[in-house]
C-alpha cells in the first residue's frame, strides 16, 4: 500500500513539474526586436567590454541565449525578406538592397505569405515600428499589405541613414517633423519616436486578444549620430577618438548620407545603449501592463557591424572575434546576438547550440500560434528548442547568398562552413572550406585537405540558388 502511495505521489510531483515547464494554451504574443547593424560582440551577453547593455543581458539571463543564430544574409533588405517569408535567400523574393523611385525598395511581391499574415490569420493584432525597407507606401509591400495593422517608422530604408529626418510614416500618412524640415535642423530624433509609438501601441492591448510587435529599430545603423544627453556625456571622454567628416545637416544637405562625428566611438557607444534603454522599456511596458508572462519577446539582429560613418568594429570587438563584418558572408557578417525570453516557459540562464537561421521564424511563430506555416519555406520551427527539449530537429545544411561585390554564397553543414566569393554566374568559382568545431574565426582554408566535402558544399549552393529575373546573381546597391 505504501508503494502505491510512494509511486502515486511521485506522479503527482513529476506532472506539476511538466506543467509548470509547459507553455500556457492561451497564445502568445510575440515580440520580436531586430536592431540594425548590431554585431554578434556588440552586447554585454556575448562578451561587451567597452558598452553597458544592461537590460538586453537582463533578458538574456532571463530566457535563453542561442550562440548560432544566423540572420537572413547579410544585408538588411534580403535579410529582412528571410525572415518575414520564411524562406533563405537563395529562395526569398527580396534578394539585394534595390531602391527605387520616389521613395522606397523593391516591393516584397503579394503573392509572398508573410509571418505577420500568418499571425493575423491567426488572430493576433499586428504592429511594426522602425524600418521597412520592403516596398513603397501603397505598392504591393506595403507593410499594411503585407499583414501589419499599423505601421510606423521610415519606409525607405535609403532615408533611415538620417536619425533626424524630415518626415516619417503613420501607415499610409506622411508625418512632417517639423523639427527637421529640410535637414536644415535635427531637434526631432526620430528612434525616439518610433518608440513613443511602439509602446503606445503595447499601452493599448488588454491581454485579451494576441498580438505580434515587429521591432525592427534602425540603431546602431550609420550614422553615428545621437541626442548629447545623459547617455551620450556617459561615453565621451572615455575612448581616443578620430573624428569622422561627413555629410552634414544643412542647406544643401542630401536625404541619404552620414553626418559628421566628432566622438565616432562614443556615439556608437551611445547608439547600443539607447537601443539597450528601448528594450528595458518595451520590458518594463509587459510588466506594468500584466502582459509579462504570457509574451514571448526574442532580441537579435539583422546581419553583422558595419564599418560606414566613422563606426570602429575592430575596437569594440563587435564580431565577437568572429572573422568579416556587414557584407560578408564568414561568420561575423551573418551569425548575430539572439536571446529568447518568456517567463515560465523557457528556463532562466540557459543556453542552446541550435543551428538556425532567420527563415526558422515564420514556422516557430506559426507553430506557437496554433496556425500553419505557408508550405514553399526553408524554416523549421525551433520550439522544441524554447521548451529546453532534446527533440529539436536540424538542418541539413544552411544557405546564404549575397548579391554585392561579385556575389558570394557561403553554406554551413554541420561544423563545416563554406563560402564561395565572386559566384555571380561562375557556378565552379572556388568554395573555401573552414571547420567551425576547431576553426570559428575561419582562418585555414582546409578545402585542399578535404575536397569532397568542398566539392559537396559547392554543390549544394548550385542546388540552393534559384534564379530571380528581379534579383539577377549580380551586384545591387548597398545600404
Known amino acids: 500500500m505504501k508503494r502505491y502511495f510512494f509511486l502515486a505521489c511521485m506522479a503527482g510531483l513529476l506532472s506539476s513539474d511538466l506543467l509548470a515547464q509547459a507553455p500556457e494554451t492561451a497564445k502568445p504574443n510575440i515580440i520580436f526586436i531586430l ?34 543564430f544566423y540572420a537572413g544574409t547579410s544585408v538588411c533588405a534580403p535579410s529582412r525578406s528571410s525572415l518575414l517569408s520564411g524562406q533563405h535567400t537563395g529562395h526569398t523574393y527580396i534578394r539585394g538592397n534595390k531602391s527605387v523611385e520616389p521613395e522606397g525598395q523593391q516591393p516584397i511581391a503579394d503573392s509572398v505569405v508573410t509571418l505577420a499574415e500568418v499571425l493575423k490569420k491567426a488572430g493576433y493584432s499586428t504592429g511594426a515600428f522602425g524600418k521597412w525597407g520592403l516596398g513603397p507606401v501603397g505598392s504591393e509591400g506595403d507593410p499594411n499589405k503585407q499583414g501589419f495593422d499599423k505601421f510606423y517608422g521610415y519606409n ?11 518626415h516619417l510614416w503613420n501607415n499610409s500618412e506622411k508625418i512632417t517633423l517639423k523639427g527637421n524640415q529640410d535637414l536644415l535642423h535635427n531637434k526631432e530624433y526620430a528612434p525616439d519616436i518610433i518608440q ?48 569622422f567628416k561627413g555629410a552634414d545637416y544643412g542647406p544643401n544637405a542630401k536625404k541619404e548620407g552620414y553626418a559628421s562625428q566628432e566622438y ?12 539597450d534603454l528601448y528594450v528595458g522599456q518595451v ?16 532580441f537579435t539582429s539583422d546581419n553583422g557591424p558595419h564599418v560606414e560613418g566613422g563606426a570602429d568594429p575592430v575596437f569594440f570587438n563587435s564580431s565577437g572575434g568572429f572573422r568579416g563584418v556587414k557584407r560578408d558572408l564568414y561568420e561575423g557578417g551573418v551569425r548575430e546576438p539572439f536571446a529568447a525570453r518568456w517567463p515560465g516557459v523557457i528556463k532562466p540562464g540557459s543556453k ?54 561579385g556575389g558570394r554564397q557561403a553554406v554551413r553543414q554541420g561544423n563545416w562552413k563554406a563560402v564561395r566569393l565572386k559566384a555571380a554566374g ?12 576547431k576553426d570559428p574565426g575561419e582562418t585555414k582554408n582546409v578545402a585542399s585537405e578535404f575536397a569532397q566535402k568542398a566539392k559537396e558544399l559547392g554543390r549544394i549552393m548550385n542546388q540552393a540558388h534559384v534564379s530571380s529575373a528581379i534579383f539577377p546573381f549580380g551586384n545591387m546597391a548597398s545600404n
Open 156 to 166: 525607405c530604408q535609403g532615408l533611415a541613414h538620417r536619425y533626424y529626418p524630415d
Open 35 to 68: 536592431a540594425d547593424d548590431l554585431g554578434y560582440g556588440d552586447v554585454g551577453f556575448n562578451g561587451q567590454k567597452y558598452i553597458k547593455t544592461p537590460n538586453i543581458d537582463q533578458l538574456a539571463k532571463e530566457g535563453m541565449i542561442f550562440s548560432q
Open 196 to 243: 513613443k509609438n511602439a509602446l503606445s501601441f503595447i499601452d493599448a492591448k488588454n491581454g485579451k486578444e494576441p498580438f505580434f510587435l515587429f521591432l525592427p529599430y534602425i540603431l546602431p545603423h550609420a550614422e553615428l549620430v545621437v541626442p548629447d544627453d545623459s547617455i551620450f556625456q556617459y561615453y565621451k571622454g572615455k575612448f581616443n577618438e578620430k573624428p
Open 264 to 275: 565616432p566611438l562614443a556615439a556608437f557607444a551611445a547608439m547600443v545603449a539607447r537601443l
Open 352 to 405: 542552446s547550440d541550435y543551428i538556425g537561421a532567420f527563415w526558422d521564424i515564420l514556422p516557430t511563430f506559426a507553430e506557437l500560434a496554433q496556425a500553419k506555416a505557408p508550405g514553399n519555406i526553408d524554416g523549421i520551427s525551433f520550439t522544441d528548442a524554447l521548451y529546453g527539449k532534446n527533440t529539436q530537429k536540424k538542418h541539413d545544411y544552411l544557405y546564404w547568398e549575397f548579391h554585392e561585390q
Open 283 to 298: 520590458l518594463e511596458k509587459l510588466k506594468e501592463k500584466g502582459l509579462d508572462k504570457n509574451t514571448l519577446v526574442i
Open 426 to 437: 561562375n557556378p565552379d568559382a572556388p568554395v573555401e572550406l573552414y571547420d567551425l568545431s
